[in-house]
């Protein structure tokens, strides 16, 4: 079975950073783009970055580029999201997904694997 599994959320005083994880079993990644979501309390689910997993090329948000950085490790199947300066606007629950869609208003369909979110929060 496919299933991705974020991980590395939690709590973070503004300014700091955290690096998130989402570990991926069940299938082949070497032709898929994987991409992070954030979902803010009250807010539409929203893309901010994709990978592709076969050639680690990425793709930002321009808000978010410089800040926010995506990698992969083949060998244990994972892909990150290094963020840094977050601040109280990146309080939310990621996801990864196989799925790639830098906007806002993104809502999963029938057939994608996502993971189940990992909560994010800034305090000032």
């Known amino acids: 079975q496919s299933r991705l599994a974020e991980s590395g959320g939690g709590l973070v005083q503004s300014g700091g950073s955290l690096k998130l994880s989402c570990a991926a079993s069940g299938f082949n990644l070497d032709r898929i783009i994987i991409g992070w979501f954030r979902q803010a309390p009250g807010k539409e689910r929203e893309g901010l970055s994709c990978?592709?997993?076969?050639?680690?090329?990425?793709y930002y948000v321009d808000s978010l580029k410089g800040r926010f950085i995506a990698s992969r490790d083949n060998a244990l199947n994972t892909v990150y999201l290094q963020m840094n300066n977050l601040n109280a606007n990146d309080t939310g629950v990621y996801y990864c997904?196989?799925?790639?869609?830098?906007?806002?208003?993104?809502?999963?369909?029938?057939?994608?694997?996502w993971g189940p979110g990992t909560q994010v929060t800034v305090s000032a």
């Open positions: 997904a196989v799925h790639c869609d830098l906007r806002v208003g993104v809502h999963p369909e029938e057939g994608d694997v």
């Open positions: 990978i592709n997993f076969g050639n680690a090329r990425t």
